[in-house]
């Protein structure tokens, strides 16, 4: 089978432009995944190619670009690397290399600085299964909220993320008021992350404000600010913070490893915190992908998906969960450095890497991926030095949001009007997922509706304001019957808002819009007078015109702010609460 992607990268002799030919297939699923069959077919050879990266200090003055970099891809040379290479290029992010990722093992034995660092960590990270299940429960029943109420919904941003940032705040003590910040800061993190994982090789920076532009300094300010306080334990707690653990906290356990150092607190907190969202975002969305993207003997994965959580298999559903893992490595790749000279690759394909040389490992190319190297290495193999600590944590939060998502009545992708295709998982540099467009049959969970309909009253403002409201005494009756036959209408309310300069209606309805919106036209006449008032009203009168006032309703009708709408009975309609005799009389 030929192999036209990597002959034409292997053959470009220009390096800015076999630069450009890598990047170009690596950072979207399909032009990546097209490469990596190809690599699989060739036996998986290193790939060099010439960063993009700036050199500091001595060598600032060197022709550019020169670094010399290797996509690394076949799971033995993976393996290989994360064994014998060195975590340099992490020791580039905020820390300044004192958090343990970007910490080399300098000397053996128990008193190694990353060693003391990662029995810290592996020490204050230990919660029990009932602890991790309890709070990646609540997690995820608090993240659901939001995307419960609307229609359409961003599988990344309102669900994973939300799940993810909800979860270590249970597990590390930090109150809600720390959530936004806390989401803010989790982005530029994991950003920086990846940018120094895989985007600084192809890209001059990674599109962040400066560092220490005033708003990144006031999030890290107040970031820091409450994760010190919950490592103290001086954080205020309302009745919504309720604490799950039945032990300590993760920074309680931690601020007594560093009792006199605040600074290298925070390094650690908000190392292990980073790591944990943006890698557990990525796999649920990753996983949520695949089991669109894939079928197995002709069946949806989807589907199948569906079924075992709907039977509440969870055996059945983590088998599936972990396969698209497998498949779709949630750290898709991750940097090191050279040490020293080392061969990798095999056969015709052996090369001689050189101390210094920057590598790029794809974690994705030779699939399935070991489960043990998805994290980094098994845990008990200690020549994975830098192997995932967390990786225990993140089973239950994974597991719980696929499950949810999986749970919402007729859930699909979007499909973009444009080319009438579903919308795909977005990412930045292959990497990041950025967003995930997905619909859900809203009304099977949530049937009702909030309809907040507001008009400018024409001028003279205040006159015609007094016959709006002498208008709507007189129409009571006649409003009041159309909404009673309508039998899909909960409440309903005028009011003058706005210093009496707008008229809004308000109601909560059952079911689709246009249908209860029609009826109106159809049914109300006082509608018909209240437009001789009103600015930006339909033709009249309506009841010739009714698509027209459908169309008006829409252009004028405030969602609710970011969709919240709160109902005690859900699925319930009116005729149901009619029904148990509680109608009009
Ligand atoms: C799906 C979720 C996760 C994935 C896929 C994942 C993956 C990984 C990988 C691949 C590494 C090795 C990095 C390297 O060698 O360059 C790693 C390291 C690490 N992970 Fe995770 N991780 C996940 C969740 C977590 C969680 C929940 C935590 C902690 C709360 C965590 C904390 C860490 C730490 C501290 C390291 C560095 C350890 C060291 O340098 O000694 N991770 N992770």
């Known amino acids: 089978m030929p192999t036209p992607t990597l002959n034409a990268i292997q053959g470009e002799s220009n390096a800015l432009l076999r630069n450009r030919l890598l990047f170009e297939a690596l950072r979207d699923d399909a032009g990546r995944s097209t490469l990596y069959a190809q690599l699989k077919q060739s036996g998986?050879?290193?790939?060099?190619?010439?960063?993009?990266?700036?050199?500091?200090?001595?060598?600032?003055?060197?022709?550019?670009?020169?670094?010399?970099?290797?996509?690394?891809?076949?799971?033995?040379?993976?393996?290989?690397?994360?064994?014998?290479?060195?975590?340099?290029?992490?020791?580039?992010?905020?820390?300044?290399?004192?958090?343990?990722?970007?910490?080399?093992?300098?000397?053996?034995?128990?008193?190694?600085?990353?060693?003391?660092?990662?029995?810290?960590?592996?020490?204050?990270?230990?919660?029990?299964?009932?602890?991790?299940?309890?709070?990646a429960r609540e997690a995820v029943r608090r993240a659901m909220v939001l995307p419960t109420k609307t229609y359409h919904f961003d599988l990344v941003a309102d669900v994973a993320e939300q799940a993810a940032l909800r979860y270590i705040a249970l597990l590390f003590g930090l109150t809600a008021k720390a959530?936004?910040?806390?989401?803010?800061?989790?982005?530029?993190?994991?950003?920086?992350?990846?940018?120094?994982?895989?985007?600084?090789?192809?890209?001059?920076?990674?599109?962040?404000?400066?560092?220490?532009?005033?708003?990144?300094?006031?999030?890290?300010?107040?970031?820091?600010?409450?994760?010190?306080?919950?490592?103290?334990?001086?954080l205020r707690k309302e009745w919504w913070d309720e604490n799950l653990l039945t032990h300590r906290n993760a920074s309680l356990r931690l601020a007594a490893d560093y009792p006199q150092d605040d600074e290298m607190l925070r390094i650690?907190?908000?190392?292990?915190?980073?790591?944990?969202?943006?890698?557990?975002?990525?796999?649920?969305?990753?996983?949520?992908?695949?089991?669109?993207?894939?079928?197995?003997?002709?069946?949806?994965?989807?589907?199948?998906?569906?079924?075992?959580?709907?039977?509440?298999?969870?055996?059945?559903?983590?088998?599936?969960?972990?396969?698209?893992?497998?498949?779709?490595?949630?750290?898709?790749?991750?940097?090191?450095?050279?040490?020293?000279?080392?061969?990798?690759?095999?056969g015709k394909d052996r090369v001689q890497v050189r101390a210094g040389d920057e590598l790029v490992l794809a974690m994705g190319a030779d699939l399935p991926i070991d489960p043990e190297l998805m994290f980094g290495g098994a845990l008990n193999d200690g020549s994975y030095v830098h192997s995932c600590v967390g990786r225990h944590l993140a089973w239950p939060i994974i597991e719980e949001t696929v499950r949810s998502v999986l749970l919402l009545p007729g859930l699909s992708q979007r499909i973009d009007p444009a080319n009438n295709l579903p919308m795909p998982l977005a990412k930045s540099w292959g990497a990041i997922c950025d967003e995930f467009p997905l619909q859900y049959q809203r009304d099977r969970r949530l049937n009702q509706q909030p309809l907040l309909f507001v008009l400018k009253i024409k001028e003279p403002v205040a006159e015609n304001a007094r016959k709006l409201m002498l208008l709507t005494k007189a129409g009571a009756a006649v409003v009041e019957r159309a909404l009673e036959e309508a039998h899909n209408v909960h409440f309903a309310w005028f009011l003058l808002v706005e210093n009496c300069t707008h008229l809004a209606f308000f109601t909560v309805y059952d079911g689709d819009f246009d249908a209860y919106v029609e009826h109106f036209a159809l049914r109300v006449p006082l509608f018909d007078e209240q437009f001789k008032y009103l600015v930006d009203a339909p033709p009249t009168p309506i009841q010739l015109y009714p698509k027209e006032f459908v169309q008006t309703i829409k252009d004028h009708n405030r969602t609710a702010l970011v969709d919240y709408f709160y109902s005690a009975y859900p699925t319930a309609c009116v005729a149901d609460i009619q029904n148990l005799g509680l109608g009009p009389r």
């Open 268 to 346: 650690v907190i908000s190392g292990l915190m980073v790591g944990t969202v943006g890698n557990v975002t990525s796999a649920i969305a990753n996983t949520i992908d695949y089991f669109f993207c894939e079928r197995s003997h002709g069946v949806r994965l989807i589907d199948m998906a569906v079924l075992y959580a709907r039977a509440n298999n969870g055996e059945a559903l983590r088998g599936m969960i972990e396969h698209a893992m497998r498949y779709r490595p949630p750290a898709p790749f991750l940097t090191r450095t050279a040490k020293h000279d080392m061969l990798l690759g095999s």
């Open 179 to 234: 959530h936004v910040y806390l989401q803010l800061g989790m982005r530029a993190g994991y950003t920086r992350l990846t940018f120094q994982i895989i985007g600084r090789h192809f890209l001059p920076d990674d599109g962040l404000a400066p560092s220490d532009s005033k708003n990144a300094v006031k999030i890290r300010d107040d970031l820091y600010a409450d994760i010190l306080g919950a490592a103290h334990d001086t």
């Open 44 to 135: 998986f050879p290193p790939l060099p190619f010439t960063s993009v990266m700036r050199r500091g200090g001595k060598d600032a003055d060197k022709a550019w670009p020169d670094v010399r970099a290797w996509l690394v891809t076949s799971a033995q040379d993976v393996s290989k690397v994360l064994r014998q290479g060195s975590v340099k290029p992490y020791a580039q992010l905020e820390s300044g290399g004192s958090f343990m990722l970007g910490q080399d093992e300098l000397s053996q034995g128990e008193l190694c600085p990353h060693r003391v660092q990662r029995n810290h960590a592996l020490c204050a990270l230990k919660f029990d299964e009932a602890e991790r299940l309890n709070c």
